[in-house]
């Protein structure tokens, strides 16, 4: 089989929180725009646009080097990941446009590959894959552009949770580090087989089943890591508590973390974060998996205390393995406390 | 002593690397690690912490660092103690901190003496075991960094400890002294306003 070179592929490939915001603030002002609902200013998932008082667009595009070796499996991952943005703010996926940097000398049947592992996830997601554009380059990148379309009543902020409200997250945490040890030889077949079925399976099931309740406030986990999004969904006004042993991980993701098999993008996440995170007796590989850059993360949702449960055990009927890890409070000194609880 | 080379290795390779230098000592001894960013350097701190190993970083340049780990007790280093800088557990983030030198005299008072004070000053700071990030010289400061100044010794000891040292190029020009530039670089306002901008702290004496 056609194999890819990786080297620090996935999320783990993102430019750090810190510098890009440093950026953004220094752009100059736009025009006002009434319609545009989620600009980047939101530091949200993705940008929305309303057209009528029931539909608006939701448009967002992510594509990142390979983080797996095989093409057509790297292809369904960078699809999923894109794809994600658009269930993060509540968006139902209708098309979607390759984004491709490719070696032309090399075999092109590995960018067969990894288009037809990304077309998959489009049609599994509902939407058509409706054309793209390739550059060619030294480096395989690749992921989607991806419209979709969401009522603008029932938009997922990522910042609108409110004081008693659990968090819920979908997925296992821990795919960043096992793919990294994955690419030295740490980790073995079946740790990586295991992440990576997390990191393609869309997030549109947790989606559709979350659009049955009142959800507050909802982000995807990548490449921030859990804490980054997670502070972004404190913004200023807001503190929570997360519980560390509630969370969902890769057991493999500890053991890999305690041998320090970390990588650079959890360091910038956790310099980004800084000291808006308070650990109490929280063990290190466990501080390492929070900090992680995920590939294709869950999402996190914030709902209401009465329906949480409800919302939980219907997410794990359909085979999740989501969890309450934690709750927002009224807001604090700092605004993540990390319990080991 | 075992030096290990990880300068562009992407990260976990630095910390795979050492590891395995530290499984090679088979006992106490010193691993002298070289990368080429900071944030290797922060995960190596790390994992030094968290394995309870005594561990101190040395900034070469921007793309050169040092880091040296002593295992159960060994000596940490033979590097000059101007350059090491010992990291407490919860300093692992490096302050990016800038000295502004605006004149040639410190403080307002008699002239000469204000001169002397400045000279000392420059001397105490090329003293310290952290050098600043960057030392900027603008208007009379740039007497300082150009032919005649008593202070270049002290500069380059401070070059040499990784502190970069920059004088305002307009203001060589006003003072005919662009030829005569003895340590450092020449800067511009604009990269002036983007250092202080993205400074941690800034120190005016």
Redo the contacts between chains.
């Keep these: 089989m056609e194999k890819l070179y990786c080297k620090g592929g996935g999320c783990t490939a993102k430019l750090g929180a810190g510098i890009l915001s440093h950026i953004l603030e220094r752009l100059p002002k736009q025009n006002f725009d009434e319609n545009l609902m989620v600009g980047f200013d939101a530091k949200d998932d993705a940008a929305v646009y309303k057209l009528t008082d029931d539909i608006a667009f939701v448009q967002t595009l992510d594509f990142f080097p390979p983080m797996v070796e095989d093409p057509y499996t790297f292809g369904q991952i960078a699809a999923a990941n894109a794809l994600s943005d658009i269930y993060a703010m509540g968006g139902e996926v209708k098309t979607a446009l390759n984004i491709v940097c490719f070696p032309q000398s090399s075999d092109l049947n590995i960018l067969g590959e990894i288009m037809r592992g990304g077309l998959e996830k489009v049609k599994e997601a509902g939407g058509v894959l409706a054309g793209g554009h390739s550059i060619d380059d030294t480096d395989v990148k690749y992921g989607l552009s991806v419209t979709g379309i969401v009522n603008p009543n029932k938009i997922y902020s990522n910042n609108t949770g409110k004081a008693g409200d659990r968090l819920i997250l979908t997925k296992r945490l821990g795919v960043g580090i096992i793919c990294t040890a994955a690419r030295i030889g740490e980790a073995d077949e079946d740790t990586l087989n295991e992440a990576v079925d997390s990191m393609r399976t869309l997030n549109k099931y947790a989606c559709d089943i979350s659009k049955k309740y009142d959800i507050h406030a909802c982000t995807d986990i990548t490449g921030f890591g859990f804490l980054g999004h997670l502070m972004e969904m404190m913004g200023d006004d807001k503190s929570c508590e997360v519980y560390a042993k509630q969370i969902p991980v890769f057991e493999a993701a500890k053991a890999l973390a305690d041998e320090f098999l970390i990588t650079a993008g959890g360091q910038r996440n956790r310099n980004y974060v800084g000291e808006n995170v308070i650990f109490e007796d929280v063990p290190f590989a466990m501080e390492e998996i929070l900090f992680d850059p995920q590939t294709s993360g869950g999402l996190l949702l914030a709902v209401g205390k009465e329906e949480a449960d409800a919302l939980l055990n219907e997410l794990k009927e359909a085979g999740m393995p989501a969890a309450i890890v934690g709750e927002i409070r009224e807001r604090e000194n700092t605004a993540i406390k990390v319990a080991d609880k | 002593m075992i030096k290990v080379n990880a300068i562009g290795d ?4 630095p ?2 690397k050492t ?1 395995n230098a530290i499984r090679e000592l088979g006992g106490s001894g010193v691993v002298e690690v070289s990368v080429d ?1 900071e ?2 350097v ?2 190596l701190l ?2 030094a912490k ?1 394995k309870e190993y005594e561990a101190a970083f040395e900034k070469k340049s921007n793309t050169e660092y040092i880091v040296t780990i002593n295992v159960n007790g060994g000596e940490v280093s033979d590097t000059k103690p101007v350059t090491k800088a010992t990291v407490k557990s919860d300093e692992i ?1 490096l302050k990016e901190t800038i000295v502004v030198i605006d004149s040639d005299k410190m403080g307002d008072g008699d002239e000469e003496f204000s001169k002397t004070l400045l000279k000392g000053f420059i001397y105490a700071l090329s003293s310290q075991d952290i050098p600043p990030a960057k030392i900027l010289f603008y208007n009379t400061g740039v007497r300082l960094t150009t032919e005649g100044s008593a202070s270049i010794e002290d500069l380059k000891v401070l070059e040499k400890a990784g502190a970069k040292i920059y004088s305002c190029g307009a203001c060589l020009n006003n003072y005919g002294l662009t030829e005569k530039l003895s340590v450092g670089e020449v800067t511009n306002m604009y990269d002036i306003v983007s250092y202080l901008m ?1 400074a941690d702290l800034v120190i005016r004496p």
């Excluded at chain 2, 992407?10 to 390779?13: F, K, Q, S, T, Y």
């Design positions: 992407a990260c976990p390779i910390v795979v590891k960013n944030i290797a922060q995960n790390k994992m968290q983030k993205e």
